[in-house]
């Protein structure tokens, strides 16, 4: 693998229209020859079979959403809640004497 001399990218390999192989920057785009035993590192040694792969996919479902509680409800459910605490903390307090 090689970086570019002048703003240090990674350089791949190109065919150029003329058949030759060139190693491009990707990120200015500044170009130079590469010999044929350098191209070796560039090439790929194996591929999976199509057989062996993978296939993963995400499945993202929505979850069905409640309407907005009213100030009654909430209300309500606060007072729900005042009660069930003031029955605990009245059960633990029993059981300390």
Partial sequence: MQ????????MIPVKREDGKVVLRCTRCGYTMTVESSQLRDYTIVGATPKEERTITTLKVSEAKRKPPKS???????RDEYKEVLQELLQEELEGEE
């Fill in 3 to 10: 970086f570019c001399p002048r703003c240090g990218g990674l």
């Fill in 71 to 77: 100030l009654e409800e909430w209300e309500q459910e």
